[in-house]
C-alpha cells in the first residue's frame, strides 16, 4: 500500500532533478555519539559546500536516544516518517544514488575541519536555556559561573539502553571515575564548578566539595540539562563516550583521556588535547611504542577481545595525568601556555608516527597532552 502513495513522489523526484534536487537519507538517532554528531556536521558541510538541494530525512530507530537534541534537529532539518517509505522505493529505479543523501559518511570524524571553519547550526533555544538554568540553581550554579563537565565511560549505559545485546566487547573504552577526582578538585578550586554528567552510570562522584557536582547521579538529571551542561561548559574533560561527539558539534574544547584506539585520536581541532591509554604487553612485560601500535594495527583495535588475544592490558591514566592534560588545556584557553621547543618537537615525533588516513585530513591541529609526551618519551 505505502508503495502505491510513494511511487508518484519517486517519479517527481526524479523529473525535477535537471531543475533542482531532492535527496533522501536518514539519521541515526539511536546512537548517541552519532545522533549528536552526523546532523551537525551535515548542516556545516552543506553550509560549507554551497549545496543546493531540498533534502528529506527519517529518524532510523523508533526512540531517540535524546529527546532534547530530537527536537533540535527538527528545526533544523525536514525530518518525517513517511520519507522512510520513499528511501526503499527510490532504490527500486535508475538513478537512485543521486537522490541519497549520506550524513554517516563521516564516520563522526571532521576529517575536513568543517567545524573549525564554519559555524555552529544545532542550536538550544533561549527559553530553553532559561529553563535549564533555573533547575540548575538547586545546585547554587548560576548562569555566569564558569563550569567544566567531567564524563567517564562505563558499562552501564550501553547495558542497561540495550540489555538484550552483549557490549562486552566495548569495555576496553571503559575508565574509573574516581580516576578524576584530583582533576575536579584542582579545577573547583580555580573557581570552576565541575559537573560529572551521564545519563546511566556505575557508581557516584563522591567528592567534599562544593562546586563540584555529581549531576550524573541526581534527581534533576534530564535530556535538557544533558545538553545545557555540554553547550555552556568551558571545556570537557572526558573518557571514550558519545558526549565527545556532542562537545564536537557544539565545538566545545576538549580534553580527552584515556584513549584507547589511539589512531582514532582527534586531530582537527586546536582545542582538542589527548592522552592515550598505555599498552602493556603482558609475555614480554613492557609497554608498546607507538610505532609498534600503528605498525600492527593495534591502534585500531575497536574490541576487548581483539586486546586480550594480543594479550595487550590496557593501562588508564594516572589521576596526575589526567589533572596535567585539564590543566594543560586551561591554561591554553587563557592564553597562558608557552609551549617549549623540546615540546614542539615531542609533537612532531608523535604525529609523524600517526599513519596517514581516512581518519585524518590534511591539517593537524589537534595536541597531544604536553606532560605525557614528555613522561613517556621512550614510546615515541
Avoid at 609497554?287 to 586480550?308: A, C, H, P, T, V
Avoid at 590496557?314 to 591554561?331: C, G, K, Q, S
Amino acid at each position: 500500500m505505502a508503495f502505491i502513495f510513494v511511487l508518484p513522489v519517486v517519479i517527481i523526484i526524479r523529473v525535477l532533478r535537471p531543475f533542482y534536487l531532492v535527496r533522501i537519507g536518514f539519521i541515526n538517532n539511536g546512537i548517541f555519539g552519532h545522533f549528536t554528531f552526523e546532523p551537525e556536521y551535515y548542516l556545516s558541510k552543506k553550509i560549507q559546500s554551497k549545496t543546493n538541494s531540498l533534502d528529506l530525512f527519517f529518524f532510523y530507530s523508533i526512540k531517540s536516544v535524546n529527546r532534547q537534541w530530537e527536537k533540535m534537529v527538527k528545526r533544523n532539518i525536514h525530518v518525517f516518517p513517511f520519507v522512510r517509505f520513499i528511501y526503499h522505493v527510490n532504490f527500486l529505479f535508475p538513478g537512485s544514488k543521486h537522490h541519497i543523501v549520506n550524513v554517516v559518511d563521516s564516520g563522526s570524524r571532521d576529517t575536513k575541519n568543517v567545524f573549525h571553519e564554519v559555524n555552529q547550526q544545532i542550536k538550544l533555544l533561549r527559553d530553553e536555556e532559561l529553563l535549564a538554568e533555573e533547575c540548575l540553581k538547586e545546585f547554587g550554579f548560576k548562569n555566569n559561573n564558569k563550569f567544566v563537565c567531567i564524563v567517564s565511560r562505563d558499562t552501564s549505559y550501553k547495558f542497561k539502553k540495550h540489555p538484550k545485546v552483549d557490549w562486552s566487547y566495548h569495555n576496553y573504552r571503559d575508565s574509573d571515575i574516581d580516576n578524576y577526582k584530583d582533576a575536579a578538585i584542582r579545577l573547583a578550586d580555580m573557581g570552576y564548578f565541575v559537573f560529572r554528567i551521564g545519563a546511566i552510570v556505575d557508581k557516584k562522584f563522591d567528592v567534599d566539595h562544593e562546586k563540584i557536582i555529581d549531576y550524573a547521579t541526581s534527581s534533576i538529571r534530564s535530556d535538557l540539562l544533558d545538553i545545557y551542561l555540554v553547550s555552556k561548559c568551558t571545556f570537557i574533560l572526558i573518557g571514550e563516550s558519545g558526549l565527545s561527539s556532542l562537545a564536537t558539534s557544539f565545538r566545545v574544547p576538549i580534553a580527552f583521556v584515556n584513549l584507547s584506539a589511539v589512531e582514532y585520536i582527534l586531530s582537527h581541532n586546536s582545542r582538542i588535547i589527548s592522552i592515550p591509554k598505555k599498552m602493556w604487553l603482558r609475555r614480554e612485560e613492557r609497554y608498546l611504542r607507538f610505532d609498534e601500535i600503528f605498525n600492527q594495527g593495534i591502534g585500531r583495535f575497536l574490541s576487548s577481545k581483539k586486546y586480550e588475544e594480543k594479550e595487550i592490558d590496557l593501562i588508564e591514566n594516572t589521576p596526575d595525568e589526567i589533572t596535567d592534560v585539564a590543566m594543560e588545556l586551561h591554561a591554553r584557553l587563557n592564553d597562558s601556555w608557552e609551549e617549549s621547543v623540546e615540546e614542539q618537537i615531542l609533537q612532531s615525533k608523535f604525529w609523524k608516527l600517526l599513519p596517514k588516513s581516512q581518519l585524518h585530513g590534511n591539517k593537524i591541529l589537534s595536541r597531544v597532552g604536553a606532560s605525557y609526551l614528555d613522561k613517556y618519551q621512550n614510546l615515541l
